[in-house]
Protein backbone atom coordinates (compact mmCIF):
# COMPACT_ATOMS: atom_id res chain seq x y z
CA UNK A 1 0.00 0.00 0.00
CA UNK A 2 2.65 2.44 1.40
CA UNK A 3 4.82 1.87 -2.01
CA UNK A 4 2.11 1.69 -4.32
CA UNK A 5 1.62 5.08 -6.78
CA UNK A 6 -2.34 5.07 -6.06
CA UNK A 7 -3.20 7.44 -8.99
CA UNK A 8 -1.11 5.09 -11.20
CA UNK A 9 -4.35 2.45 -10.50
CA UNK A 10 -6.65 5.38 -10.83
CA UNK A 11 -5.63 5.29 -14.65
CA UNK A 12 -7.54 1.78 -14.80
CA UNK A 13 -10.73 3.99 -14.94
CA UNK A 14 -10.15 7.80 -15.44
CA UNK A 15 -7.24 8.82 -18.28
CA UNK A 16 -4.15 10.15 -16.93
CA UNK A 17 -5.18 13.34 -18.98
CA UNK A 18 -8.36 13.90 -16.94
CA UNK A 19 -6.04 13.78 -14.02
CA UNK A 20 -3.23 16.27 -15.36
CA UNK A 21 -5.95 18.52 -16.70
CA UNK A 22 -7.97 18.16 -12.75
CA UNK A 23 -4.64 19.44 -11.42
CA UNK A 24 -3.91 21.90 -13.99
CA UNK A 25 -7.12 23.62 -13.34
CA UNK A 26 -6.52 23.70 -9.70
CA UNK A 27 -2.93 25.71 -10.00
CA UNK A 28 -5.05 27.87 -11.85
CA UNK A 29 -7.51 28.37 -9.35
CA UNK A 30 -5.30 29.05 -6.71
CA UNK A 31 -3.81 31.64 -8.49
CA UNK A 32 -7.44 33.31 -10.00
CA UNK A 33 -8.54 33.17 -6.37
CA UNK A 34 -5.32 34.73 -5.20
CA UNK A 35 -5.48 37.74 -7.56
CA UNK A 36 -9.19 38.21 -6.75
CA UNK A 37 -8.90 38.58 -3.26
CA UNK A 38 -5.82 40.77 -3.59
CA UNK A 39 -8.18 43.04 -5.16
CA UNK A 40 -11.05 42.35 -3.70
CA UNK A 41 -9.64 43.13 -0.81
CA UNK A 42 -7.27 45.75 -2.16
CA UNK A 43 -4.56 43.97 -0.04
CA UNK A 44 -1.88 44.54 -2.64
CA UNK A 45 -2.51 48.33 -2.75
CA UNK A 46 -3.11 48.46 0.81
CA UNK A 47 0.49 47.24 1.26
CA UNK A 48 2.61 48.90 -1.27
CA UNK A 49 1.06 52.25 -0.23
CA UNK A 50 1.85 51.67 3.41
CA UNK A 51 5.03 50.48 2.31
CA UNK A 52 5.56 54.01 0.56
CA UNK A 53 4.18 56.28 3.04
CA UNK A 54 6.60 54.17 5.67
CA UNK A 55 9.37 54.71 3.31
CA UNK A 56 9.57 58.23 3.84
CA UNK A 57 9.53 58.25 7.47
CA UNK A 58 13.01 55.63 7.35
CA UNK A 59 15.87 56.97 9.78
CA UNK A 60 18.41 55.25 7.91
CA UNK A 61 19.04 53.81 4.06
CA UNK A 62 19.27 50.07 4.05
CA UNK A 63 21.52 48.95 1.59
CA UNK A 64 21.23 46.02 -1.10
CA UNK A 65 23.72 43.12 1.01
CA UNK A 66 21.67 44.02 4.08
CA UNK A 67 18.15 43.64 2.27
CA UNK A 68 19.49 40.30 1.18
CA UNK A 69 20.45 39.53 3.88
CA UNK A 70 16.73 40.21 5.92
CA UNK A 71 14.93 38.64 2.89
CA UNK A 72 17.05 35.52 4.02
CA UNK A 73 16.31 35.86 7.71
CA UNK A 74 12.54 36.36 6.96
CA UNK A 75 12.26 33.16 4.72
CA UNK A 76 14.16 30.97 7.21
CA UNK A 77 12.62 32.10 10.38
CA UNK A 78 9.24 32.97 9.38
CA UNK A 79 9.22 31.13 6.23
CA UNK A 80 10.60 27.94 7.31
CA UNK A 81 10.81 27.64 10.86
CA UNK A 82 7.41 29.46 11.23
CA UNK A 83 9.45 31.59 14.14
CA UNK A 84 6.76 33.82 14.29
CA UNK A 85 4.72 31.50 16.84
CA UNK A 86 5.99 31.79 20.37
CA UNK A 87 3.41 28.87 21.52
CA UNK A 88 5.59 25.98 20.69
CA UNK A 89 2.86 23.64 20.50
CA UNK A 90 1.24 25.98 17.91
CA UNK A 91 4.54 26.28 15.80
CA UNK A 92 5.10 22.66 16.16
CA UNK A 93 1.38 21.67 14.62
CA UNK A 94 2.00 24.72 12.22
CA UNK A 95 5.23 22.92 11.15
CA UNK A 96 3.53 19.47 10.45
CA UNK A 97 0.93 20.66 8.37
CA UNK A 98 3.30 23.13 6.02
CA UNK A 99 5.93 20.68 5.60
CA UNK A 100 3.20 17.52 5.25
CA UNK A 101 1.18 19.46 2.89
CA UNK A 102 4.52 20.58 0.44
CA UNK A 103 5.17 16.91 0.66
CA UNK A 104 2.05 15.54 -0.13
CA UNK A 105 1.37 17.98 -3.35
CA UNK A 106 4.90 18.00 -4.86
CA UNK A 107 4.78 13.99 -4.17
CA UNK A 108 1.04 14.17 -6.16
CA UNK A 109 1.95 16.19 -8.91
CA UNK A 110 5.40 14.11 -9.79
CA UNK A 111 3.12 10.71 -9.42
CA UNK A 112 0.12 12.44 -11.60
CA UNK A 113 2.44 13.68 -14.85
CA UNK A 114 5.65 11.79 -14.64
CA UNK A 115 4.59 7.94 -13.71
CA UNK A 116 0.60 8.20 -14.49
CA UNK A 117 0.22 4.85 -15.18
CA UNK A 118 1.81 0.90 -14.09
CA UNK A 119 3.26 0.81 -17.17
CA UNK A 120 5.90 3.82 -15.59
CA UNK A 121 7.64 2.12 -12.70
CA UNK A 122 6.91 4.75 -10.02
CA UNK A 123 9.89 5.02 -7.72
CA UNK A 124 8.90 3.91 -3.99
CA UNK A 125 9.81 7.05 -2.47
CA UNK A 126 7.34 9.03 -4.19
CA UNK A 127 4.38 6.99 -2.89
CA UNK A 128 6.29 7.01 0.74
CA UNK A 129 6.00 11.00 0.79
CA UNK A 130 2.83 11.03 -0.38
CA UNK A 131 1.32 9.17 2.42
CA UNK A 132 3.73 10.33 5.00
CA UNK A 133 2.93 14.06 3.95
CA UNK A 134 -0.68 13.39 4.38
CA UNK A 135 -0.77 12.10 7.60
CA UNK A 136 1.79 15.11 9.09
CA UNK A 137 -1.09 17.36 7.72
CA UNK A 138 -3.87 15.39 9.77
CA UNK A 139 -1.38 14.91 12.84
CA UNK A 140 -0.80 19.06 12.27
CA UNK A 141 -4.03 19.86 11.63
CA UNK A 142 -5.82 17.79 13.71
CA UNK A 143 -3.91 18.62 16.72
CA UNK A 144 -4.39 22.53 16.46
CA UNK A 145 -8.26 21.82 15.26
CA UNK A 146 -8.94 19.92 18.60
CA UNK A 147 -6.43 21.17 21.13
CA UNK A 148 -4.97 24.39 20.09
CA UNK A 149 -7.53 26.77 18.18
CA UNK A 150 -7.86 30.19 20.85
CA UNK A 151 -11.72 29.49 20.61
CA UNK A 152 -11.04 26.19 21.66
CA UNK A 153 -8.63 25.93 24.21
CA UNK A 154 -8.94 29.40 25.61
CA UNK A 155 -12.40 30.16 25.54
CA UNK A 156 -14.29 26.84 25.53
CA UNK A 157 -16.21 26.77 22.61
CA UNK A 158 -17.03 23.29 20.84
CA UNK A 159 -14.38 22.00 18.91
CA UNK A 160 -17.16 21.04 16.19
CA UNK A 161 -18.38 25.03 16.08
CA UNK A 162 -17.08 26.18 12.71
CA UNK A 163 -17.21 29.70 11.15
CA UNK A 164 -15.76 30.86 8.05
CA UNK A 165 -12.34 31.22 8.77
CA UNK A 166 -11.86 27.80 9.51
CA UNK A 167 -13.10 26.96 6.08
CA UNK A 168 -9.18 26.10 4.88
CA UNK A 169 -7.87 23.90 7.45
CA UNK A 170 -11.54 21.92 7.46
CA UNK A 171 -11.26 21.86 3.78
CA UNK A 172 -7.86 20.62 3.94
CA UNK A 173 -7.99 17.86 6.62
CA UNK A 174 -11.09 16.56 5.16
CA UNK A 175 -9.29 16.11 1.85
CA UNK A 176 -5.92 14.70 3.00
CA UNK A 177 -8.45 12.56 5.36
CA UNK A 178 -10.73 11.06 2.04
CA UNK A 179 -7.23 11.06 0.10
CA UNK A 180 -5.99 8.11 2.62
CA UNK A 181 -8.85 6.15 2.89
CA UNK A 182 -9.28 6.36 -0.67
CA UNK A 183 -5.94 4.58 -1.31
CA UNK A 184 -7.02 2.24 1.51
CA UNK A 185 -9.70 0.82 0.14
CA UNK A 186 -8.24 0.88 -3.15
CA UNK A 187 -5.49 -1.04 -2.07
CA UNK A 188 -8.36 -3.71 -0.25
CA UNK A 189 -9.75 -4.25 -3.60
CA UNK A 190 -13.36 -2.80 -2.63
CA UNK A 191 -14.50 -1.07 -5.54
CA UNK A 192 -17.68 0.33 -4.17
CA UNK A 193 -15.75 1.73 -1.43
CA UNK A 194 -12.74 3.11 -3.53
CA UNK A 195 -15.58 4.88 -5.99
CA UNK A 196 -17.28 6.59 -3.17
CA UNK A 197 -13.89 7.72 -0.87
CA UNK A 198 -12.77 8.90 -4.08
CA UNK A 199 -15.65 10.86 -5.16
CA UNK A 200 -15.76 12.51 -1.68
CA UNK A 201 -11.29 13.06 -2.22
CA UNK A 202 -12.19 15.06 -5.48
CA UNK A 203 -15.18 17.13 -4.02
CA UNK A 204 -12.90 17.83 -0.80
CA UNK A 205 -10.10 18.72 -2.74
CA UNK A 206 -12.30 20.61 -5.31
CA UNK A 207 -13.46 22.51 -2.18
CA UNK A 208 -9.56 23.11 -1.42
CA UNK A 209 -8.33 24.94 -3.73
CA UNK A 210 -11.75 26.58 -5.63
CA UNK A 211 -12.46 27.92 -2.14
CA UNK A 212 -8.96 30.47 -2.13
CA UNK A 213 -11.04 33.95 -2.34
CA UNK A 214 -13.11 33.14 0.83
CA UNK A 215 -10.58 30.98 3.07
CA UNK A 216 -7.36 31.24 4.56
CA UNK A 217 -5.57 29.42 1.62
CA UNK A 218 -3.52 32.56 0.29
CA UNK A 219 -2.58 33.48 3.31
CA UNK A 220 0.70 31.69 3.06
CA UNK A 221 1.47 34.01 0.16
CA UNK A 222 1.20 37.13 2.06
CA UNK A 223 2.74 36.32 5.33
CA UNK A 224 6.09 36.09 4.24
CA UNK A 225 5.61 39.58 2.20
CA UNK A 226 4.04 40.87 5.44
CA UNK A 227 6.95 39.50 7.38
CA UNK A 228 9.73 40.52 5.17
CA UNK A 229 7.93 44.29 5.59
CA UNK A 230 8.11 44.16 8.79
CA UNK A 231 11.93 43.12 8.95
CA UNK A 232 12.56 46.12 6.50
CA UNK A 233 10.91 48.41 8.75
CA UNK A 234 12.33 47.75 12.05
CA UNK A 235 15.96 47.87 10.54
CA UNK A 236 15.78 51.96 8.91
CA UNK A 237 13.35 53.01 11.94
CA UNK A 238 10.43 53.55 9.48
CA UNK A 239 8.13 50.90 11.72
CA UNK A 240 5.20 52.74 13.23
CA UNK A 241 4.74 50.26 15.60
CA UNK A 242 4.93 50.80 19.85
CA UNK A 243 8.04 49.64 20.99
CA UNK A 244 8.72 46.89 23.23
CA UNK A 245 7.97 47.54 27.20
CA UNK A 246 10.44 47.16 28.88
CA UNK A 247 8.96 45.87 31.95
CA UNK A 248 6.46 42.91 31.28
CA UNK A 249 4.25 44.20 34.86
CA UNK A 250 3.08 47.25 32.77
CA UNK A 251 0.87 44.96 30.79
CA UNK A 252 0.20 42.29 32.92
CA UNK A 253 1.20 39.07 35.25
CA UNK A 254 4.45 38.01 34.17
CA UNK A 255 3.59 34.81 35.62
CA UNK A 256 1.10 33.87 32.21
CA UNK A 257 2.10 34.89 28.95
CA UNK A 258 -0.78 34.18 25.68
CA UNK A 259 -0.53 30.80 24.96
CA UNK A 260 -2.16 30.78 21.51
CA UNK A 261 -1.15 33.13 18.76
Given at each position: ??????????????????????????V???????????????S??????????????????????????L??????????T????????????H?????????????T???????????????????V??????????????W???F???????????????????????????????????A????????T???????????S?????V?????K?????????????K?????D??????????????????G??????
Amino acid sequence: MFFTNPFAELSASISPIVMQTYIAIMVLMVAGGTLFDMVHKKSATYFFNNWRNLKGKATRQIGGGEMISLAVKTAVVEGMTSGEFCNVQRRIAHLLTMYGFIAYVVATAIMVFAYPTPATLTPAILPVLWYIGALLVCLGGYWFWFFIRVDVAAEGNSPFRLIRADLFIVSLLVSTTFGLVWAYTQSTGNVTWTNIFLALYLLSTTVLFVSVPWSKFSHMFYKPAAAFQKKVEAADGSSNLPAPADQAETLGSVGRLPQNY
